[in-house]
């Protein structure tokens, strides 16, 4: 089988698995503060351009999520999210779990759009009774999205600055950052991440790491005791060597970056040959997700084959489907299913 | 100044305080077991043609929402409502405080279609990932809604139907459920409610109590150990002979419809008012909420003579505003009020 | 039947339920927002010499106990109380379904001593691995205490001190306070409640009122947007006057102090009577609340004639009772008593 | 430096790892669904005696602790723990955090006792007023207890019938499983373990495993859409291989018992040094940790060239400190640290 159903197919980098190979017997102290997560950290700091910033390692998605939410949110206080946004369709409810709502905005292409956010706000803080409504006190955006697209950095900009009057963090979700940071056309790089983002994580599991998030907290606003929350929420690794030793390998020698790029260009190639083929995309993602329209028929027949991902019923006889490639996929295979189309 | 505003101005309808001077020194047992609210208990059931329904006496309508929801459901579940359902914005997040999502549907005129409620369950159940999703669990109405509307016997059967298929609860929220079953023209009696809905609440804080709402149980389906879980959610009222006291009195010789509609016949006169003297209507409301459109300035110099509520803007110089009768409506403010429109 | 059961037996003081029928048809706004809301805050203001105070009413204790307590702590932190205290064994868990935990202390006669607390304090700080634990985020204690027993002025003072070294508000629960201030030989005042508590409530459902207690922060120390939480823990009065208007009246010409008398009056004479019969005493206790050593068998007699507490097993012959007596005890009824023992 | 300070201070075993490697670059499905996962499963419910038990694989053991716990108890239920129990007092308040309250019951050496266990659950039912109350729903030990210590056959038969007849799961945290297996002398077996406890969780992270937590439902009694929850907890895993691999390898001849056996015998080198040089003990365990009272002078001279944990000071001049062995303890480092004693 080919398989493009996800970028979450294989275990690790091998570069990343060797670290942890070559570490194994050393005798660490636990909890995460051993010193590949302070070596770690520091390389994160120093691609994010922030010495100041507070790093974290947690070990997956709805996880960070949930942790980063529910930490920086007062009681009061609810997450805006775009209504396709991961935490309120995909994650089980896991921020409510947590005692706060998602206040989702219309979306285009997955993003929220800085007029929206603010029309939004305003309109809140108009409302007479909004003291029984829920503050909205962060706002959550992906990037890449759920649907594979980009914020441009003046997009980022707006929104910051639209946070920022509210005096309301913005939090990015970058399970898939490293497929966004080296998307070919994309005018934004991690510094920018950094520098209109209050708090982001840079995604490990997706990204060459067997799992792990790295949640970056530019201007070293990581909430107080953030460590007993993390472990009020079932989340404290015991050997947090586990997480550091794969980020400080991912993040030497641009290894994260080196190996996003291998998303991209088997992303672009199989992007061609769709169009070359005449299919039709649902949506222009620029990163390492591919949205396309296949016949049920033919969708049926490439099942047998091919690992891919159903999307959503386009019509009775179409259905949108996603393939995902990863920084393990091969060129090879890619090729594969180009006959295949 | 006029009291339009809401339908909470006045304390408790004459019969019903009367009720509380005279059992007032009587030595009660606490916590709802007294014999008054034995006798209201009866008396609500017979008046459901449910013998074998739970009652149980709550204070506010926040509260009885966030304790019905969340005693009913399980973990994993969320609340199905309509987006402009009270739950989803008006209740500052009491229902995700209780760690639960509310998943909203679109409405029209704020009721949810059966159609509509069809679809979103089988599509739910159709995803492949609906296990990374949150299960719904239960129904939310109210009836009359948000906007005033009512739902119909049909109507309110078919949703009862597509519960039942999928095995999740219909709750209908009843805060003004007197001015429902008053309306004119309406074919739904409380009897149906009984018969439809899986569990209800009759109001009484805007039908005629100082507070308390009745929820009822229609087949005998309360939680077990609720007592237990209405004292963990800070709600169980040591005097429960405040609330069974009261229900007594308004469900003794059909108070609680009698005095209904009194605000259905002020909500009429005021209606007919309103249509003669050719204002625009926002919504057709069938209760005791009045939707009506005003010019920004007739709306400033009202303001000064009467209470009435804002809704939203309807554009640069007109407004939508809201104006509400209730069990308390003197007939002679309502002709006060035409002089002024 | 004699009731000596409990101290929320009967309705209202006939001031209070006075004050609610006279004002029962003016048309207030809600939410607490009305003007005896504003009164009622005022003189209690003035009563605990706090010009600055904030206060805010709410139905019940263990709600008051669940809002004041989970919108106080920080997400890490749990409150320190008494192993007997109301909120650890007798609230089903209200402290715990707001996320945080009750950290209890041993305790003498219901109170926490000072030392005792420093100890558990400096103990907690000192271990290195308090990351790992519940940070103690704030103190709870009675007073009167479940055992009815009274801090000295001196005590109180010694608490808060320690609360001060900590940086963590000392938080005492009123729900009978006024049978606290009016004891015979305390040596605490109101203002003194005011000067060592950093919030604390002032009971109103055993102290004459039908329902209400009535929460000072005596330093103006209200948390920020506490109404959207009370709103979003289900507990907003719709019809904030029915607490406005019977705090109003109880801070009227000290009834609250005048009624309180009572409860002390008539538990002192049976107090006495008791002692003159030669019962044993579970427990000296200074207040409204007298746990005494009855025979079983005498008790089960007893049982058919008046209405009392069990409190424990003493031996497999012996029982400790509790008699209550309140604002509404009769001194007939307790000459009744006497006659029975 | 020597490490004895904890059981986490290595990486994985080296079959474990190697098992990682081999398996690295297979494209297999996500959240625990590929082969390896259901292979581990297989292996461990045969060695748990129990064709019909689910087993479910988590990352860390707080974690568990919370997604057992809250996914099992109903909400008006706590968990009963000894007041030592890890539960309790040093995992940051995850229970309450999820809602619900420890209930501690009095221990020896870490244990419950079934009397004391069946003492509190008559008490509780027998008392009137258990309605206010947390209702016990289920009871924790844990095996090796927090003090090395284990229970017999006979302690955990005699639990289980308690727990049994009122209904309840009797719940084992095995953070330490394999140690308490191979200790000498216990007549506990794992399918001992899988006979008398509703839910287990074999430790992963401090017998062999980089991560993971197998947790057991021995009568196939997994809670519905328990995925669902462990997602809406944070907790589940994209690469849920990482935990079946481990597993697997850990389950394969024997290898999780084979390298428990280790932290055994080296532990019994150790107190038998300890025994002959005159040390005092804390308490007698029999697992891999040590609780020896060493001379404060001495233990500050040890800590420069031994890692050990500060348990708890015995006097001025005494303090008990705790040793811990493990799967990777080299009997050489044990003759070191003998020389330095």
């Known amino acids: 089988m080919l398989a493009f159903g996800n970028d979450y197919s294989e275990g690790a980098h091998e570069k990343v698995l060797g670290r942890l190979l070559e570490t194994n017997m050393e005798q660490l102290p636990g909890y995460g503060t051993?010193?590949?997560?302070?070596?770690?950290?520091?390389?994160?700091?120093?691609?994010?351009?922030?010495?100041?910033?507070?790093?974290?390692?947690?070990?997956?998605?709805t996880q960070t999520n949930q942790i980063v939410i529910s930490t920086m949110l007062k009681s009061y206080e609810g997450v805006i999210a775009a209504d396709t946004g991961h935490v309120n369709g995909h994650e089980a409810g896991a921020i409510e779990w947590s005692g706060h709502k998602v206040l989702t905005l219309p979306q285009k292409e997955g993003k929220i759009a800085a007029p929206v956010?603010?029309?939004?706000?305003s309109t809140f803080y108009e409302d007479e009774?909004?003291?029984?409504?829920?503050?909205p006190g962060m706002v959550y955006i992906s990037h890449p999205t759920e649907y594979g697209t980009l914020y441009t950095k003046d997009e980022?900009?707006?929104?910051?600055?639209v946070c920022s009057q509210y005096g309301i963090p913005l939090y990015m979700d970058g399970a898939r950052l490293g497929y966004g940071l080296t998307s070919e056309g994309t005018d934004v790089t991690l510094k920018d991440v950094a520098e209109y983002c209050d708090v982001f994580y840079i995604g490990g599991t997706k990204v060459g790491a067997l799992c792990g998030e790295a949640v970056v907290f530019p201007k070293g606003n990581m909430p107080p005791h953030f460590v007993t929350m993390v472990k009020q929420r079932g989340a404290l690794l015991a050997k947090g060597?586990?997480?550091?030793?794969?980020?400080?390998?991912?993040?030497?020698?641009?290894?994260?970056?080196?190996?996003s790029r291998n998303a991209i260009a088997t992303a672009d190639r199989l992007k061609q040959i769709l169009k070359d083929k005449g299919y039709e995309f649902y949506?222009?993602?620029?990163?390492?997700?591919?949205?396309?329209?296949?016949?049920?028929?033919?969708?049926?027949?490439?099942k047998k084959e091919v690992v891919f991902g159903f999307w959503e019923k386009k019509d009775e006889s179409h259905t949108v489907v996603r393939f995902a490639t990863s920084?393990?996929?091969?060129?090879?295979?890619?090729?594969?299913?180009?006959?295949?189309l």
């Not at 980022?156 to 600055?161: I, M, N, Q």
């Not at 060597?241 to 190996?259: H, N, S, V």
């Open 34 to 61: 051993d010193d590949y997560c302070k070596s770690a950290k520091e390389k994160i700091k120093k691609a994010c351009g922030c010495p100041e910033a507070d790093v974290y390692f947690l070990v997956g998605g």
């Open 117 to 121: 956010l603010s029309d939004y706000l």
């Open 129 to 135: 009774n909004h003291e029984h409504m829920v503050f």
């Open 156 to 161: 980022l900009s707006e929104l910051s600055a």
């Open 241 to 259: 060597r586990l997480l550091g030793i794969q980020f400080d390998a991912l993040f030497t020698d641009d290894l994260y970056f080196e190996i």
């Open 283 to 302: 949506i222009d993602s620029p990163t390492n997700q591919i949205f396309v329209v296949l016949d049920n028929e033919q969708m049926e027949k490439m």
């Open 327 to 340: 920084w393990a996929t091969r060129m090879e295979d890619v090729e594969k299913l180009a006959a295949l």
